[in-house]
């Protein structure tokens, strides 16, 4: 990770805070009454309400249409980045850093990105909250920024150790609990708000119901639409119950798909029943627990609007039935507009005023931020978009912003960062959820749990992607080391994601110096060399466990492993809990949220949705 010293913050310290008054008057006599005010309500209904549309009539027509914007921004720092982001922000924005960002287009939200350099540590990003509210807040009729970051956890999180981390979505769906989801929302909930990150993009609520899907997989809680309804509803209501908007995505539903809309444009082929079934009751149950905000998905579903449009630029799907059918009020906010999938169609000047049209609040992340934004301003002017469809979104994110606690209090503390993120009993927790996540699905003549008298000496090996999270990786050597720990004497030998013939040669020489063989396998396919490995490894007549460290369909290309584990991820704390399982120090509990289909035949079932085996 990068230094992480806060001493250069200058005025973005969590310590430099306006004075009470100034905040007081930014808030124009916004009450915090929203607070506890679920966000599907009539907007006539809410008395709150006046205040905010006696705010909003008093902003400039530029101040409108900053509001609608969510922009990324390089630097760990609001007023003193490094000189490589100020000349990032240049090229890519026209401004040198968070502040300018702010004065200049009025931004009403920031996202954090790790490679934005945003998130080196929890003091700095706590820093950098506080500098970018106090340049906004600082301005002539200034208002507090909506802060948000992707911090689904497992394979998608932006703030890395020390904060905790948690299994993902698909683990948590193979542990089943609830009250584990809820747990898991309330305790990372409630580190990104001392942080100052008051919007998650998390759940995903997404039905994965495509072994190949390439852009949500282990990210969806799985297959089952009922189980994935209940654990978006639990986890909503902890991120929500802890003060930072909870964000269900991505409507109306990306899970059946083999293509990635980052990179192009998918059709989910459902015909509308289907979608009712599969896609629909997980944002049912979000919207039914008070869910903040809807992410929206750059795809498109012809059996719901067979204009050729995504759904992001859909007033059939994002009006029609998102605000209509389902009855959903809160703040609609756009998947980023720098994807491939929603710049298929219509240039970069078209994709935010046609997201408004559609009912869209929020446009996030767009690829030329001063032309979106002029192109909205534009499209007001001429009369393509009124200033009261822009009052009605900005009505949305001011409320969200109020109910939030933004007006009241916008700042966060350093202490509150050291009595929060990343302590003993959070970390506790998430390990212990870990735990209840493993999944046994192969073990054949009870190989598992291995036994420190029979084996001894373990040889940890297989495929080694870049560590996610801002975890500590290699895998290869965190199962190594944890399991060094649990009285194994383990050693590494990363072979990668396509190990060559040589590189198995030398795997399969190690593992006749070891009594048992541990291979972390990552997206196994017919032709992956990942699946020579393991045959190579088995014929050395050495015990060999496969663990599958992302989609746990790779068993199906697994047979002749005796032992496969599934832990959804390569993040420490799904590693190490793996550890834990392989050792015997805990049973394996987890159960197959999804179906694995056989390799040789995919219209059987080889192992269903529920299967799981334990000691």
Aim: charge should be positive.
């Amino acid at each position: 990770m990068h230094d992480t010293g806060t001493g250069n913050t200058g005025s973005t310290g969590s310590t430099a805070q306006p004075s009470r008054r100034t905040v007081l008057a930014a808030t124009a006599g916004v009450t915090t009454a929203l607070a506890a005010a679920g966000p599907a309500r009539a907007a006539a209904a809410d008395p709150d309400d006046r205040e905010l549309r006696r705010l909003i009539a008093r902003m400039t027509l530029q101040e409108k249409v900053g509001q609608l914007f969510v922009m990324r921004v390089y630097g760990h720092s609001a007023t003193a980045p490094d000189q490589a982001d100020i000349d990032a922000n240049l090229k890519e924005i026209g401004v040198r850093t968070a502040a300018e960002l702010v004065a200049k287009y009025r931004v009403g939200g920031i996202i954090y990105f790790a490679w934005a350099h945003n998130t080196r540590e929890p003091h700095q990003i706590a820093a950098l909250s506080n500098g970018i509210q106090k340049a906004s807040l600082d301005l002539p009729r200034g208002l507090p920024v909506l802060i948000s970051t992707d911090q689904e956890h497992g394979i998608v999180a932006r703030v890395g150790e020390p904060a905790t981390l948690f299994p993902g979505a698909m683990a948590v769906g193979a542990g089943g609990s609830r009250s584990d989801a809820r747990t898991l929302g309330r305790i990372a909930g409630s580190e990104l708000r001392a942080m100052g990150i008051r919007q998650d993009y998390s759940p995903v609520a997404d039905v994965n119901v495509n072994p190949a899907n390439p852009v949500i997989g282990v990210r969806s809680f799985g297959a089952d639409p009922r189980a994935v309804a209940a654990l978006v509803a639990a986890e909503v209501a902890g991120y929500q119950g802890s003060g930072v908007a909870a964000t269900a995505k991505h409507f109306p539903g990306h899970g059946d798909t083999d293509v990635d809309s980052h990179t192009g444009f998918p059709t989910i082929r459902h015909s509308r029943e289907q979608w009712e079934r599969l896609d629909a009751p997980p944002f049912r149950a979000a919207i039914a627990a008070g869910i903040h905000s809807i992410m929206t998905a750059h795809l498109m579903v012809p059996a719901l609007d067979d204009s050729g449009d995504p759904a992001t630029l859909s007033r059939p799907i994002l009006t029609g039935i998102l605000r209509e059918r389902l009855g959903y009020d809160g703040v609609v906010v756009t998947d980023s507009l720098g994807m491939e999938g929603v710049r298929t169609k219509y240039g970069d000047d078209r994709v935010p005023v046609l997201a408004l049209k559609a009912g869209v609040d929020q446009l996030l992340n767009p690829p030329d931020l001063d032309l979106a934004w002029n192109a909205v301003l534009m499209a007001v002017r001429n009369g393509e978009l009124t200033e009261a469809r822009l009052d009605e979104s900005v009505l949305r994110i001011l409320r969200l912003k109020t109910r939030l606690g933004l007006f009241r209090a916008p700042y966060v503390s350093r202490g509150g960062v050291d009595r929060t993120v990343g302590v003993r009993a959070h970390l506790r927790a998430a390990d212990r959820i870990a735990e209840r996540t493993t999944t046994l699905l192969v073990n054949e003549g009870r190989l598992l749990p291995l036994s420190r008298r029979r084996h001894p000496r373990l040889l940890v090996v297989g495929a080694d992607p870049a560590s996610p999270s801002g975890t500590t990786g290699p895998p290869t050597g965190v199962l190594a080391s944890a399991l060094t720990g649990l009285g194994f004497t383990a050693t590494a030998v990363p072979t990668g994601t396509a190990p060559s013939a040589t590189t198995i040669a030398r795997a399969v020489a190690a593992a006749r110096d070891a009594d048992a063989v541990v291979a972390l396998t990552y997206n196994v396919t017919a032709g992956s060399s990942q699946k020579t490995l393991v045959e190579q490894l088995v014929a050395t007549g050495r015990p060999v466990v496969a663990v599958a460290v992302r989609n746990p369909y790779d068993v199906a290309q697994l047979p002749s492993a005796p032992a496969c584990l599934a832990a959804y991820s390569w993040t420490d704390v799904e590693l190490r809990a793996a550890a834990r399982v392989i050792a015997g120090r805990v049973k394996p509990r987890g159960k197959l949220p999804v179906a694995v289909r056989r390799a040789d035949d995919p219209e059987q079932v080889l192992y269903p949705i529920g299967h799981g085996l334990s000691y």
